[in-house]
């Protein structure tokens, strides 16, 4: 084990951890090219539903995707290795509904649901137009049926918001760092939010042993969902479009990196192995975490086999990215990305503010604190000594100028315009040394 990279995570101190385990790609797991092609068509049957429902979808047909913006103004870093190259941002804080990354597996595990729910009671046949679904006596039938989750925040907003406008009842089970305003969005949607006073871990543990009790029940696991992870993974396929109607070629002379933030995994990992299914060796994937939160890059430092959790550091995870403050990564997540993920580094709030304060100031773009974390993996890619080892070593230095980073936010547009004003002051602080 590294022990300079130990002393790193104890004492809070940024770093990069390149993936010893990183293996040429090959799709041998339990989950296919085709698993993602069928999860994104079943999402694509409820569109009519969803812009029945969803009066913000109506002009995209109820089809949910962010756009990929161009960072024309944003100081992007400068070192020998990364001299050029295209910086952009893949808007997933402007997802419509619920304004954060987990609109991908969050609404579609609850579609997942609702389409298998709607087959077993008679409701679907074969060619159905799903707007059918929509109707009073499906959601009255529904409504016998509670969908449960255990969240920090984003994850709870987006299932909560789609289970409810669908009909079901819902409980959201909330740890300690979940934002209040999130509380308060759901509460007044009529969702029953659960809070606790320890973690995220405790939260899903709480909300998977109550939904354990009810056959009437439907519990997401945030850890350990397959759909869950589904739902994230189409967006390869949707961003590929949008790569080609940019102009942008991924291929062996025009290498993709990108950063993602991470919390249990979910997301940032399903969105990773779709990505690798398209481009395989030609996209890098590089997940972030808060300096008290690095449970992933534990997690691969022991190649998910009994890995430890950021508590058995003495670590007490505080960070404003709530969507991030997990101490333990998802094992189920692990076994689809443990071989596939180039990297991951950690950052401080102090840095994240920094971030989320220059994208509004340069690019007009507002995010919330998680959102930034894919900011600081260029910085630490390109002018770090691990992260110029990895250019070297991937054959990549004399590939650079023609690269193509892409930031993924994950939340930001459903932030009260006061919370933000007290993140933008913050970020304004600490990028003029206040």
């Given at each position: 084990?590294?022990?300079?990279l130990f002393?790193?995570?104890?004492t809070a101190?940024p770093?990069l951890f390149?993936n010893?385990?990183?293996?040429?790609f090959q799709?041998g797991?339990?989950?296919s090219q085709?698993?993602?092609?069928?999860?994104?068509e079943?999402?694509?049957r409820?569109?009519?539903?969803?812009?029945?429902i969803f009066?913000?979808l109506?002009?995209a047909?109820?089809?949910i995707e962010?756009?990929?913006?161009?960072?024309?103004?944003m100081?992007?870093?400068?070192?020998?290795?990364c001299?050029?190259?295209r910086?952009?941002?893949?808007c997933?804080h402007e997802l419509p509904?619920?304004g954060?990354?987990?609109a991908?597996?969050?609404?579609?595990?609850?579609l997942?649901?609702t389409?298998?729910?709607?087959?077993?009671l008679?409701?679907?046949k074969p060619?159905d137009?799903?707007i059918?679904?929509g109707?009073e006596?499906?959601?009255?039938?529904?409504?016998?049926?509670t969908?449960e989750?255990g969240s920090?925040g984003n994850?709870?907003l987006?299932i909560?918001?789609m289970?409810q406008?669908?009909?079901f009842?819902?409980?959201?089970?909330?740890?300690?760092?979940?934002?209040?305003?999130k509380k308060?969005?759901l509460?007044?949607?009529g969702?029953?939010?659960?809070e606790?006073?320890?973690?995220?871990?405790?939260?899903v543990?709480a909300?998977?042993e109550?939904a354990a009790k009810?056959?009437?029940?439907?519990f997401i696991?945030?850890?350990?969902?397959k759909?869950?992870f589904?739902?994230?993974s189409f967006?390869g396929?949707?961003?590929?479009?949008q790569?080609d109607?940019?102009?942008i070629?991924v291929d062996?002379?025009?290498?993709?990196?990108?950063?993602?933030?991470?919390?249990?995994?979910?997301?940032?990992g399903?969105?990773?192995?779709?990505?690798k299914?398209?481009f395989g060796?030609?996209v890098?994937?590089f997940?972030?975490?808060?300096?008290q939160?690095?449970?992933?890059?534990l997690?691969?430092?022991?190649?998910?086999?009994?890995f430890?959790?950021?508590y058995?550091?003495?670590?007490?995870i505080?960070?404003a990215?709530?969507?991030?403050?997990?101490?333990s990564?998802?094992?189920l997540?692990?076994?689809y990305?443990?071989?596939i993920?180039s990297?991951?580094y950690?950052?401080?709030?102090?840095?994240?503010?920094?971030k989320?304060y220059?994208?509004y100031?340069?690019e007009?773009i507002?995010i919330?604190?998680?959102?930034?974390?894919g900011?600081?993996?260029p910085e630490?890619?390109?002018?770090?000594?691990?992260g110029i080892?990895y250019?070297k070593?991937?054959g990549?230095?004399s590939k650079?100028?023609q690269a193509?980073h892409?930031?993924?936010?994950t939340?930001g547009?459903?932030?009260p315009?006061e919370e933000?004003r007290k993140y933008?002051?913050?970020?304004?602080r600490?990028?003029?040394g206040e």
């Amino acid at each position: 084990m590294d022990k300079e990279l130990f002393e790193k995570i104890r004492t809070a101190e940024p770093f990069l951890f390149l993936n010893q385990n990183l293996k040429s790609f090959q799709a041998g797991l339990d989950l296919s090219q085709q698993d993602v092609v069928a999860a994104e068509e079943r999402m694509l049957r409820f569109s009519t539903l969803l812009a029945r429902i969803f009066p913000e979808l109506e002009s995209a047909q109820g089809v949910i995707e962010s756009p990929l913006k161009e960072l024309k103004n944003m100081v992007m870093p400068v070192s020998p290795v990364c001299d050029s190259g295209r910086y952009w941002l893949k808007c997933d804080h402007e997802l419509p509904i619920s304004g954060s990354v987990k609109a991908r597996g969050g609404f579609y595990e609850v579609l997942w649901f609702t389409e298998k729910l709607a087959q077993e009671l008679g409701f679907l046949k074969p060619d159905d137009d799903y707007i059918k679904l929509g109707e009073e006596q499906v959601r009255q039938k529904f409504s016998e049926y509670t969908i449960e989750v255990g969240s920090t925040g984003n994850l709870g907003l987006s299932i909560g918001i789609m289970a409810q406008a669908l009909g079901f009842k819902v409980r959201v089970h909330m740890s300690s760092d979940a934002k209040e305003w999130k509380k308060k969005r759901l509460r007044d949607l009529g969702v029953a939010v659960i809070e606790y006073e320890s973690d995220y871990s405790a939260a899903v543990k709480a909300g998977r042993e109550s939904a354990a009790k009810d056959s009437a029940v439907y519990f997401i696991d945030d850890e350990n969902s397959k759909p869950l992870f589904l739902g994230y993974s189409f967006a390869g396929m949707r961003l590929r479009k949008q790569l080609d109607e940019h102009g942008i070629l991924v291929d062996e002379n025009h290498p993709l990196f990108v950063y993602l933030p991470c919390g249990v995994g979910g997301a940032p990992g399903g969105i990773c192995f779709g990505l690798k299914l398209l481009f395989g060796d030609n996209v890098h994937c590089f997940f972030a975490e808060p300096v008290q939160a690095p449970g992933m890059t534990l997690a691969m430092l022991y190649q998910f086999k009994k890995f430890p959790s950021v508590y058995d550091f003495g670590m007490k995870i505080n960070t404003a990215a709530d969507g991030l403050a997990v101490g333990s990564a998802s094992q189920l997540v692990g076994q689809y990305v443990q071989n596939i993920l180039s990297g991951c580094y950690t950052v401080t709030d102090s840095s994240l503010f920094a971030k989320l304060y220059q994208l509004y100031q340069k690019e007009n773009i507002s995010i919330e604190p998680s959102a930034a974390a894919g900011f600081l993996g260029p910085e630490l890619l390109c002018n770090g000594e691990p992260g110029i080892r990895y250019i070297k070593e991937q054959g990549l230095a004399s590939k650079m100028q023609q690269a193509n980073h892409i930031v993924w936010s994950t939340g930001g547009s459903l932030v009260p315009a006061e919370e933000f004003r007290k993140y933008y002051e913050q970020g304004r602080r600490v990028a003029q040394g206040e």
